[in-house]
């Protein structure tokens, strides 16, 4: 089945701790983004990358750090996990420019 | 300045009302795309609709309306006939240009029987 693959679904990280987040696309997708999710305060863009070999920062990437070597996969990168990255990440692929995101499920994470 | 504004945190409607859910955003961008989405309480996030800048009409997808004032920059969502499964949060979003995809902060929309 088509479709955006994250992993892991959950995840419990101590403060300080590298961690990678997996995301793949089979659809051959462009573009690609890494969002969080905090109650109260919607999607916010982490990183994006409209094309494979580029990257650009969002509205929050300040801790986060993404590359982009080919077209199917887009890891997302926390070099030293703190607290306040806990929370749920997503990752999304758009084919053309009119096109709507599609959403993997979803990375849960908790950074005690 | 915030990209996307969703000033309804939270909205009530009777079954088989209709709702308007509120967004306006903010871009200098001559072309851009507004989109809505759901999310249940599932988690997972659904298309609904999108509205291009310079389409004249007004997009529809079956019960879903976007009412679009490119003036006012507005690209609320009008969900008619509310049904149960409509509970859930509803996201407005709007690309631009460079790529970026922006999120509002969502309003969570309750379908009371």
């Known amino acids: 089945i088509a479709g955006i693959t994250q992993a892991p679904t959950s995840q419990i990280l101590a403060a300080g701790r590298r961690m990678t987040l997996r995301c793949t696309q089979d659809?051959?997708?462009?573009?690609m983004y890494w969002y969080r999710q905090d109650l109260g305060l919607g999607l916010r863009l982490i990183h994006y990358?409209?094309?494979?070999?580029?990257?650009g920062k969002g509205e929050v990437p300040d801790g986060y750090s993404v590359s982009r070597a080919n077209t199917d996969d887009f890891p997302l990168t926390l070099a030293s996990a703190v607290p306040s990255q806990t929370s749920v990440y997503f990752c999304?692929?758009?084919?053309?420019?009119?096109?709507?995101?599609?959403f993997g499920n979803g990375t849960r994470l908790t950074v005690t | 300045a915030q990209k996307i504004t969703q000033t309804q945190p939270g909205m009530f409607v009777q079954e088989k009302e209709a709702v308007t859910l509120d967004c306006t955003y903010d871009?200098?961008?001559?072309?851009?795309?507004l989109f809505w989405y759901k999310q249940p309480s599932s988690g997972e996030m659904i298309f609904l609709i999108y509205?291009?800048?310079?389409?004249?009409q007004n997009a529809t997808e079956g019960r879903y309306s976007l009412n679009f004032q490119k003036a006012r920059k507005s690209a609320n969502l009008v969900i008619s006939a509310s049904q149960l499964g409509d509970s859930a949060m509803y996201f407005c979003?709007?690309?631009?240009?460079?790529?970026?995809?922006?999120f509002g902060t969502g309003t969570s929309l309750t379908v009371i029987p």
């Open positions: 999304a692929s758009r084919g053309t420019v009119n096109s709507p995101l599609h």
């Open positions: 659809m051959r997708h462009n573009a």
């Open positions: 990358s409209n094309t494979a070999g580029t990257t």
């Open positions: 871009t200098s961008d001559p072309s851009y795309g």
């Open positions: 509205q291009g800048s310079y389409d004249q």
């Open positions: 979003a709007m690309r631009e240009m460079g790529g970026q995809f922006y």
